[in-house]
């Protein structure tokens, strides 16, 4: 099954032609233990088409007749970013490939956005041209986003694009979509939390607590201190984790 957003109905042939030959085909981007991510040029765009982990038979019962999978869930919730103003690739499509068990695999399509850098390189280069500057401007784009009612639980360094438009401005993009809360409002705690897995850098958050105050109103000193705590505590359980995994799991590699 396939559902295509209907600005691309002129590409269907080429989605579907990509999809089915994603195996043998295509421009390798990304080659995760999971996803893999791959490039289809169609003379008038590039797709980028994700193609998720095959489910195991549990997920494939549960993902089949009982949640959204995780293409569908991408497509949806990029479509509401879209219509939010919210920065992220054009969703295109998704496809779902299914039988009497439930889901066999799936695949979410959106537009190849090309030039652009990791939010995980600001937190990564010190000598990064404008650094400080891309960090405010991103701190705004983390405000607006939570003004919408946007929690984005895969908020970290490695979930946002970010493309510089060569006139001091830039443009940010999410990704990896297939988990998010939409609020009415956010409380300040829900907000704040959701900025805690982006970096562990002091100066870092103290900058984007400056920020956030100017554009929300919030005391600045409760912002940093708040943002602080939620980093802190997020830091300590990511490498408690990674002892406990070394230390009972040390025979993988």
């Known amino acids: 099954m396939l559902k295509i957003n209907p600005k691309f109905n002129n590409l269907q042939t080429e989605i579907t032609k990509s999809i089915e030959n994603y195996d043998t085909s295509g421009e390798l981007l990304v ?14 765009i590039t797709l980028n088409i994700k193609s998720f982990k095959k489910p195991h038979f549990l997920n494939q019962i549960i993902y089949g007749y009982i949640r959204k999978s995780k293409a569908r869930r991408s497509f ?46 600001v937190v990564n280069n010190e000598d990064l041209d404008n650094r400080i500057e891309i960090l405010r401007q991103f701190t705004r784009f983390s405000a607006y986003m939570h003004q919408e009612g946007v929690e984005f639980l895969d908020h970290s360094p490695g979930n946002t694009l970010i493309q510089n438009n060569s006139n001091g ?59 602080w705590k939620f980093t802190s505590e997020f830091q300590y359980r990511f490498f ?3 002892r406990l995994k070394k230390k009972f799991l040390f025979w993988k590699k």
Not at 31 to 44: C, D, P, Q, V
């Open 31 to 44: 080659a995760g233990k999971r996803n893999s991510i791959k490039l289809f040029s169609t003379g008038e």
């Open 76 to 121: 949806e919730y990029a479509s509401i970013l879209a219509e939010k103003q919210i920065g992220t690739p054009t969703p295109i499509a998704y496809s779902e490939n299914k039988n009497w068990l439930g889901l066999k695999d799936s695949y979410y399509v959106c537009e190849h956005i090309n030039n652009v850098f990791e939010f995980k390189e």
């Open 169 to 227: 401005n830039y443009s940010f993009f999410l990704v990896d979509l297939n988990r998010m809360k939409f609020h009415d409002t956010m409380s300040f705690e829900v907000r704040m939390k959701n900025l805690s897995r982006l970096t562990p850098k002091k100066d870092m958050i103290a900058i984007m607590s400056n920020e956030y105050a100017k554009i929300t109103g919030e005391n600045e000193d409760l912002v940093f201190e708040t943002m």
């Open 240 to 242: 408690r984790k990674k």
